[in-house]
């Protein structure tokens, strides 16, 4: 079976300070992978979506970026938090490949507050 | 563009009452539906799903959902509500977007399970 692993579980940075959150899969190939944000009372909102090794698309221009050094492997970047990215990331996984029923399934998440 | 409308922020339901999760969905075509579940602290599970098919749609936990074409929702109900479900719930809408799933996810709906 899948699992999909983030971590850390909670993380406190100061602003101006980089960041780097993880997000691993196992027992899948080249699935889909993805980055929510999700801030009270406004839903998930996509951050970032990749289909392979090195292809990151993002869907909102933001201080944050996205890599994908290998096929299941997601980071998430910073190099100068702001407060205002504070908030609860979600990593999620999909199938891959063109897949029609394509289906996500998400991380335990991470919860990241900047001072 | 697709879009998701859950229309209660809060509900409070007795345990062992019937419930009922309001969701409408704006989407031209022939949507894919969701519903999760996200316990404090913790990321989204899959409840259900529903692609094409039988209306009446059979999830975890209990839960089922039904899609009404002509009413644009997929409400979920549950007949009788456990204290353990107490949780925010998701509606969500995908469509297909090139090689990924775009899914644009609802505010939720906190349900709250008094004795």
């Known amino acids: 079976s899948q699992t999909i692993h983030q971590w850390p579980a909670t993380l406190v940075q100061p602003v101006g300070s980089p960041l780097s959150l993880e997000c691993t899969v196992e027992g899948t190939s080249n699935p889909n992978l993805y980055w929510y944000r999700q801030a009270a009372g406004r839903g998930l909102q996509l951050l970032f979506y990749s289909v392979g090794i090195g292809q990151i698309s993002s869907e909102v221009p933001q201080n944050l970026s996205a890599s994908r050094p290998q096929d299941r492997q997601f980071i998430l970047s910073s190099k100068k938090l702001l407060l205002s990215d504070s908030g609860f990331y979600l990593c999620?996984?999909?199938?891959?490949?063109?897949?029609?029923?394509?289906?996500?399934?998400f991380g335990p998440g991470t919860r990241l507050t900047v001072l | 563009a697709q879009s998701v409308t859950q229309p209660d922020i809060h509900i409070t339901v007795s345990e062992g009452a019937s419930l009922e999760l309001r969701c409408n969905y704006s989407y031209g075509a022939t949507p894919y539906l969701f519903w999760y579940v996200q316990s404090p602290g913790q990321g989204l599970q899959l409840l259900l799903k529903y692609f094409s098919g039988d209306t009446l749609v059979q999830g975890i936990k209990g839960f089922e959902a039904e899609f009404k074409r002509s009413q644009s929702s997929f409400n979920l109900r549950k007949p009788s509500v456990h204290w353990s479900d107490a949780a925010e719930y998701f509606c969500?809408?995908?469509?297909?977007?090139?090689?990924?799933?775009?899914?644009?996810f609802g505010t939720g709906t906190k349900l709250q399970v008094i004795p």
């Open positions: 969500a809408v995908g469509r297909r977007s090139g090689g990924y799933q775009k899914v644009t």
């Open positions: 999620a996984w999909g199938l891959g490949g063109g897949a029609s029923t394509d289906t996500q399934y």
